[in-house]
């Protein structure tokens, strides 16, 4: 398995060692743990905002109709009105 060695300060090495003592793991897993729960929210995110963008692009002319003065300013010729 591929690996990645992260540099910490010593308050932070000293935090981490704290913590995973406290938690009964070792540091090795707590790290581990915290960034497979980082990606797993960053892919939450990303496809919350794909949900976000498809139902807005889908119901654009009722967000328009509910929020005009939202709306960007119409354009005449290339120019702004």
Do not use: C
């Not at 070792?26 to 797993?40: F, G, H, N």
């Amino acid at each position: 398995m591929p690996a990645l060695n992260v540099e910490f300060s010593d308050r932070e090495l000293e935090d981490l060692r704290q913590i995973a003592k406290e938690r009964g793991t070792s540091m090795k897993a707590l790290v581990r743990e915290a960034a497979a729960a980082d990606i797993v929210r960053h892919r939450a995110l990303k496809e919350g905002a794909e949900a976000f963008r498809r139902f807005f692009t889908a119901h654009a002319d009722e967000f328009a109709a509910a929020f005009p003065d939202d709306e960007p300013a119409a354009k005449v010729k290339g120019r702004a009105v």
